[in-house]
């Protein structure tokens, strides 16, 4: 069973007015493939009918040495959905600083990629002075598994990375723009020293365009993530499942500790027959309790008024002959050994989640 996640009709109007709203401020999709290329001639000369035009693209404008590079260590960048390799090297374009784009209420990340050079290079990022309190600018340094960057270690602003002769070294910048952010053009300056090249800023550019990401997230997920690792040292689950939230990622276990899963059973004082019915609720309270969490972290009670999109829960396919299996009270249930599958199922999280189990089936094992 497949439901949708909900907002399905709003959701695609928004999109739809985003994608728009960005098209026409970037690459001034809608000024220019409608008002002044006249939208109908414009659709005739790009062989469309929907009064566009194909905006040419310069991987230049992407990917690029920046003129702030001091003698001897190049300062590049490209974009950071495209993996970098211990082997990339800095490109012959050249252009100036770093740029981003993003709405209210987005991350964005960039990149500064320095080298390959020796040293130590002591990195600081000034916090936007005109984009409002609630914003959060973080620095990060990726590192190489078998010659492919592969994860990011958080650096503190003026912390220092050591650099490689070997290959470069990227540095992520990733920006949150608050809710209310004001539209338009902000700068900050990234700032560089030691690694023999004195000091050296790099002025940062974000565009923020006027609208806002909706709280709530309109599309479907499945991060297999181990959520008890994403907890940070004296923090809590909230934390992990915020920083989850805050990216729009849903972990496979939006629940956890506890979820809709048939392996997970307790043993529970208030089954008075506990191989007539099973009990899906521990007696652990409601840090543990199946309805506690999903009403917190499904639809939002208690946590952020808004929950993740989806949950996933399983079920087993009838493959006939029948499972195998043993209750508590020594009865085996099933004639041969058949294959257990599990079918994933995504359920709607718009109203609270309901577990019921069918009294005479014993407990799973």
Known sequence: MSVAACGGDDAATEGTASATESGGT???????????????????????????????????????????????????????TRKLQSSDRAPESIGD????????????????IVGPAAGELNVA???FPTLGAGQRVELDVAGYDQGWVEGLSPLPSGG???????????????????PDAPAGEHETTLSLSGAGIGAVDVPVRLYVFDFDLPAETHFATQLNVD????????????DAKDLLWEHRLTPKSVTWPSGFNWSITWDNASAPQPCEAFYDEPDE???????????????????????FPNAMLFQFVDDSPPRVWTSPCAATR???????????????????????????????R
């Open 26 to 80: 970037e690459s001034g999709g809608s000024e220019s493939g409608g008002s002044e290329s006249g939208g109908t001639d414009s659709g005739q000369t790009s062989g469309g009918t929907d009064g566009t035009e194909p905006v040419p693209l310069d991987p230049g404008a992407f990917t690029y040495t920046l003129e702030q590079s001091p003698d001897g260590v190049p300062l590049w960048t490209t974009p950071v």
């Open 97 to 112: 600083g770093l740029h981003l784009s993003a709405a209210r209420g987005e991350f964005e990340p960039t990149q500064l």
């Open 125 to 127: 990022l000034a916090p």
């Open 160 to 178: 220092a990375v050591a650099l490689s002769d070997a290959q470069p070294v990227a540095i992520w910048l990733t920006v949150y723009v608050p």
């Open 227 to 238: 959520i008890a690792s994403l907890i940070p040292g004296g923090g809590d689950t909230d």
């Open 285 to 307: 309270g409601d840090p543990y309790s199946i309805g506690w969490l999903a009403r917190r972290y499904i639809l939002g009670e208690g946590w952020n008024g808004v929950g």
């Open 334 to 364: 099933g004639r041969s050994s058949a294959t257990r599958r599990r079918r994933p199922s995504r359920v709607s999280t718009r109203q609270p989640a309901r577990v019921s189990a069918c009294a005479g089936t014993g407990r799973a």
